[in-house]
């Protein structure tokens, strides 16, 4: 069967510091990937997907980067956080039309 | 530009008594519409979905949603609420690429024992 793991899942980050992410998904091939932000009241922010390795669209203009360095791992960057970087990042793959969430990551820039 | 709207932020119920949460997307073809829950800390979990054929779909956990074009709806309901509903819903819509899927802002459920 398929799963997604997350890590770290919690992060204490200096504002300034740099970020990195991790996504891996593993029992399928050449997923859809997805990067989302959670902030508090706010919804999911899609941020990035991604349809294949090397293949990243962004959705909106923010301080972060995505890579997709192999079919299954999605990373997701910064090189300098700023504290409105703080929130719940969720990674998901795509199959049969639907999302498949990842636990999620909990970033948090002081 | 595709969007999902769930007008109301928190909702209260009393276990036992039914629920309704309520979705609306703007799209002007058919989207793919989901209702997804979260627990506190944790992932999304789907709970239904509607692609196509009957507008009244039922999902995991005693809930059932039901599409509606002409008001653009797809609210999500319980007939009887579980002290372990409570958590976050959101409702999502996605184009037929399924490339993107946009969320509204979700729905706090609390419930009243």
């Known amino acids: 069967s398929q799963t997604i793991h997350q890590w770290p899942a919690t992060l204490v980050q200096p504002v300034g510091s740099p970020l990195s992410l991790e996504c891996t998904v593993e029992?399928?091939?050449?997923?859809?990937l997805y990067w989302y932000r959670q902030a508090a009241g706010r919804g999911l922010q899609l941020l990035f997907y991604?349809?294949?390795?090397?293949?990243i669209s962004s959705e909106v203009p923010q301080n972060l980067s995505a890579s997709r360095p192999q079919d299954r791992q999605f990373i997701l960057s910064s090189k300098k956080l700023l504290l409105s970087d703080s929130g719940f990042y969720l990674c998901?793959?795509?199959?049969?039309?639907?999302?498949?969430f990842g636990e999620g990551s909990r970033l948090t820039v002081l | 530009a595709q969007s999902v709207t769930q007008p109301d932020i928190h909702i209260t119920v009393s276990e036992g008594a039914s629920l309704e949460l309520r979705c609306n997307y703007s799209?002007?073809?058919?989207?793919?519409l989901f209702w997804y829950v979260q627990s506190p800390g944790q992932g999304l979990q789907l709970l239904l979905k509607?692609?196509?054929?009957?507008?009244l779909v039922q999902g995991i956990k005693g809930f059932e949603a039901e599409f509606k074009r002409s008001q653009s709806s797809f609210n999500l309901r319980k007939p009887s609420v579980h002290w372990s509903d409570a958590a976050e819903y959101f409702c999502?819509?996605?184009?037929?690429?399924?490339?993107?899927?946009?969320f509204g802002s979700g729905t706090k459920l609390n419930v009243k024992p």
């Open positions: 509607y692609f196509s054929g009957d507008t």
């Open positions: 799209y002007g073809a058919t989207p793919y």
């Open positions: 998901a793959w795509r199959e049969a039309g639907e999302l498949f």
């Open positions: 991604s349809v294949g390795i090397g293949q």
């Open positions: 999502a819509s996605a184009r037929n690429n399924f490339n993107k899927f946009y």
């Open positions: 029992g399928t091939s050449n997923p859809n």
